[in-house]
């Protein structure tokens, strides 16, 4: 089991090493070519059942994935996490369910409006009008939205896409809608498809945490300053050192026997302060594209901003204060 | 020193609203230019005013407050000119003057490819030769490097055990021959800046061009970053009011009354207020010529910390407002503070040396 | 106001290194018992002069940098005097004077078992019959309340739907009959001063013992408390200062050069210079009688927990060594600081409120 | 495996909420009574060998006494902790091995001076002399000293006692030495043996943690204040829900498959903040010794300061540093 989680990491590693140009991906967007390649991979829909062309692979090697992934490019993790982990449960045994061939295979796009939380635009006859701002991937030949309920709208959609700060390579910015939609259940399920997406969004997290911060050690490795390697300067190496252990501990909580709560809380605990310490490290280097690193301070605190917050908060608190705890 | 300059303060504060639309902050922001236009306009309205360095204080808060790009880009184009002011020759000194009344756009040439914060180990050379100075190097991260007129260039004109002797600053005309510039672009944030790599080959430099004594310049450096951390340090007040300004406006819009948020709010403000009590004492000694290095370095670590701190906030509290282009643009602008400089790491050593020499 | 007691700081300190020996701090705080014979001595020497509180302010800090446990127990003795100062009646301050003559001890009961900071939940209360009011109810957590010959008491006199309202403050003498003090022990630091919990059964008070207004008490603690608050925050200054002084002695005697040592050392140093420019700005606004309550807050808040940072840090960068009577002791007073005169969460909101409010 | 380890668990537990009285020990000690009760129920030489009269327990199983003794007492797990971690080690295979046999049945007291981590006192032709500060259990019949060797004083010792901050029921203060010392080892192997301890070391830190949040939430649930109840004032309990998290991640990282390395770090790095924390959330009664809050941060801090500082930090970031990373 161990064993074969390892040859699927190794495996996900060379294909990430071999066809993920992230700064390529940050300017042009997860093109049709590499859609495909993921798709062929069977990573773009890993976590969705083979009868609906998904590779049906279990949570672990999916987190595999998706961290292995992230480390590369966190903006392809994300592509895979909104189709597996959000648009696959909100249609899931609805009759919209036959979309997810064309999404796993990569004929089509999807987006799912987790950002917006509730739309204020209600679907109205079968139609749903109104702009949508803040949709992470404009390009999308379907959309989930929630508002009262769960809905599907379908494209082509109209839209103006707007530079975004993290996650660049996913098309962001504002839909025109006058389109058709489907109602996928009555109530508003975004809650509950979130907290169920908690580890798989930890995996990603996780790749971005071990990524900026291997690249800010071997930086470390490399620079000198002030006469010896910047490694020898302790109050940077011993903050770094520090951080590993965050990450050794988040990967063990993940694929662990941690609830997904805990897990979660303490990943976006503590990206942040590693993606903006890698660029600390990096100093004025970091600042710029081309070392890779700022990259991961941008989508971090993306990351932390919209997926974590007062109401995950409540979640978690809710659930601790709630738990029986073996303690006399 | 600083409570009088209350009409002042809001004349900036106008002009920065004004002129600082989000249009114009996210159109320099998107296509990384600068704005030439605004720091005329700013000239002639009498914002900077380099005779005043407690003017200068608060114009640069109140200009980055709005917004950091177009800020620092307005009160930049004299970065260096404390250390013609200071010890420059009569010629230099007039140079200095059409800097001041917008003829010409001033740069500093200090950190290397290789150096970063660590001065001392520069591997540009301006080699004595007759009565010139042969300049040969490489210089990095240089704000307004592809824009200025002329630039405060730190060389090594002599070996010497000490690596901190045998330093000396020239004042570099860029068209000179052997100069060129090449501009880095993907900045992550103050992208309304000009920020270069310059490459020196064979430039010729007379000895007029040389900034006071030769083999003085780390020392006149080190002068300047003890005046100009106190520049960064309004910068990141700037910046971090900005955010605030942003939280507090979400907060109302929303009425939002939880306590938690009421906690980040109180957080962000008892900041701020640190940074500015400890900015503006610090200043005020320094301003008055009594400078307390350790304080100015302070308020600087502290200031910049602040300012990340803020803006991460304010993406936070706002959640998905945040990915709004003026939010997002303060996070992105906020991190250069703790690097410029010296990194914040930088400082924290020289307030330990001094901490520890006051006993 | 504060840089002219230059010469008053030093006597001070003088005065608190004499006295405030190793030998006698570690046997007030072993015994925990309240060193009676330095408060009169301290008065005798003009240590504490309650009628200049920027004065004040100095001594809290330099006799708290030297050992919090005497330097509170030395000027808490007037503890609530500022209460009588202001809406006091003339029987009321002529005890007051004898309070700053040294004659009588005060003190301050707000806090209740079941209160906590939440002040206008009290349940103590004060029915008036005829021309008395009959006084019921407990206190906890009273400072000097085991030894003091009078207490300020904030009490309910009426019932109101709005909670504030209807409270009441009395200037009770310990004497009275009704009641009893029974002294707190085992407290983690500040052992050298005197807590109680306090029963009142039936006292009878007269219209006399009124202070103010009937109705207005819980203005006039809200009142004192933004006073009192800037003297937990020299009290805080005062024991983070102390840590201070024991890390670098500890690196200079060791001499430890190691840089994150030297990160430490500029992080508390930094943290204390933060503290200090908010306190004296928050202070010099409050002795001028123009408070603002939101600068005070943040003063206390941030005070206190640099107070706690700096004693553990201490406790850290000594390592074995902080297991000494001297540091350990600085690592339990320090505490305290973030829980009395409103604990940091009421100071949050405090701040949270006026920010909103200046708007 | 699980199951005996929860059985395990609950049994030590039992036995704390009957016999451990904190408070009682922190003034009077570890009276022969509660020593002899401790090696009765095997718990005091735990990790010793049945040929030195231990239980001759696991790893997983002595860290699970060691959490559970922490909750209660972190003063009678710091007693067998220098026995099982520190003194066994250190005579383990030497000529004074026979000593454990009287330790485990607590016949005998032991101490170990990891504190001053060097002595200067010499030992010369078999005698050692001086004054020896700091120890941690100056009614120890026997003493480990590491000066440049690792030795073995015999008591009897003159003492002299004095208050200590932190696990207040091991007698503390100074010895003063003319007693008889055996080499047990030419080098000092404090450093060593510290390394290995560092899983057992966490197992107090989360016992420690554990029990100082409970007692937090706890009063949280039955608190009010403001007109209700304390936990639904959200800085706090979000922030309680928070270190629960920290808690459940430590204790799966330390009895899962994590490097102790990271684990202790780990542990070092929160136990202090949570123990403070608890004191805030107490507000005033936080401060008395009857809630028996403030025992925890007291002892969080000393275990913080001598178990914690630069040297561990440098080993921590000499093994980051020397660590393979699995990635490209």
């Keep these: 089991m161990e064993e074969e989680n390892n040859i699927l990491r190794e495996t996900v590693a060379e294909f990430c090493e071999k066809n993920l140009d992230e700064k390529k991906i940050e300017t042009d967007g997860i093109d049709k070519k590499l859609t495909q390649l993921l798709a062929e991979q069977g990573f773009l829909g890993c976590a969705i059942p083979d009868k609906y062309s998904g590779s049906g692979l279990d949570e672990t090697s999916y987190e595999i994935i998706l961290e292995e992934i992230a480390k590369y490019s966190p903006t392809v993790a994300m592509r895979i996490f909104v189709l597996n982990s959000m648009y696959y449960p909100a249609v899931n045994g609805t009759a919209a369910e036959e979309t997810l061939k064309d999404a796993s295979t990569g004929k089509i796009n999807i987006a799912v409006d987790f950002i917006n939380k509730k739309t204020g635009n209600e679907s109205v006859s079968g139609k749903i009008k109104g702009t949508l701002k803040n949709i992470l991937g404009t390009d999308a030949d379907k959309l989930v939205v929630f508002n009262d309920g769960t809905s599907l709208v379908s494209g082509p959609f109209k839209s103006e896409s707007r530079d975004f700060m993290g996650f660049r390579g996913l098309k962001f910015g504002d839909l025109f809608l006058d389109n058709s939609v489907q109602v996928l259940d009555k109530s508003n399920r975004l809650s509950e498809i979130m907290e169920k997406a908690y580890g798989p969004a930890s995996a990603i997290a996780l790749g971005m945490i071990a990524s900026a911060l291997q690249k800010a050690i071997d930086y470390t490795n490399v620079r000198k300053a002030f006469g010896s390697q910047l490694r020898d300067f302790e109050p940077v190496s011993f903050r770094l050192a520090r951080f590993r252990s965050t990450e050794v501990i988040l990967r063990n909580s993940l694929y662990g026997k941690v609830d997904p709560y805990y897990t979660f809380n303490f990943a976006m605990e503590h990206l942040v302060e590693i993606a903006r310490y890698s660029v600390n490290t990096h100093g004025g280097y970091g600042y710029f594209k081309d070392f890779g690193v700022e990259k991961f301070y941008r989508d971090a605190i993306v990351m932390k901003s919209i997926f974590y917050g007062t109401e995950e908060l409540r979640k978690l608190t809710d659930h601790v204060y709630s738990e029986k705890i073996n303690f006399i | ?359």
């Design chain 2, 1 to 359: 020193m600083f409570e009088e300059l209350d009409d002042y303060r809001n004349k900036i504060r106008e002009f920065a609203l004004k002129e600082f639309t989000e249009e114009v902050a996210a159109e320099y922001d998107r296509k990384e230019s600068y704005p030439d236009y605004l720091r005329k306009k700013s000239l002639s309205l009498g914002i900077v005013d380099m005779q005043n360095p407690a003017k200068v204080l608060i114009a640069i808060e109140e200009l980055c407050r709005v917004d950091a790009g177009l800020g620092i880009a307005l009160t930049t184009p004299y970065f260096g000119s404390e250390v013609i002011m200071l010890f420059g020759n009569d010629k230099q000194k007039e140079i200095l003057n059409d800097v001041y009344r917008g003829k010409y756009i001033l740069g500093l040439g200090v950190t290397e490819p290789s150096g970063g914060s660590d001065v001392a180990a520069l591997k540009t050379t301006a080699k004595k030769q007759g009565n010139k100075y042969i300049l040969n190097g490489s210089k990095m991260f240089i704000t307004n490097g592809a824009i200025a007129d002329y630039l405060v260039i730190l060389a090594r004109t002599s070996e010497d055990s000490n690596p901190h002797h045998g330093l000396s600053t020239f004042l570099l005309n860029t068209k000179s021959k052997g100069f060129s510039a090449t501009k880095l672009e993907d900045k992550l944030g103050v992208r309304a800046t000009n920020t270069a790599e310059l490459q020196f080959n064979n430039i010729e430099l007379s000895e007029d061009d040389l900034i006071g004594e030769e083999g003085k310049g780390f020392y006149y450096i080190m002068m300047f970053f003890n005046i100009s951390r106190i520049y960064v340090a309004a910068q990141s007040i700037g910046i971090a009011r900005g955010a605030f300004d942003k939280i507090k406006s979400y907060i109302k819009e929303n009425n939002i009354k939880d306590e938690d948020s009421m906690f980040q709010l109180s957080d962000v403000g008892t900041r701020i207020e640190a940074s500015i009590q400890m900015t503006y004492n610090a200043a005020s000694y320094l301003f008055e010529f009594k400078p307390k290095p350790e304080l100015t370095s302070m308020a600087k670590a502290y200031s910049s910390e602040t300012a990340v701190f803020a803006a991460e906030e304010a993406m936070e509290i706002l959640g998905d407002r945040s990915l709004y282009e003026d939010v997002q643009r303060i996070f992105r602008n906020a991190k250069i503070m703790e690097i410029w400089e010296g990194t914040s790491e930088i400082e924290k050593l020289v307030i330990a040396r001094y901490i520890l020499k006051g006993e």
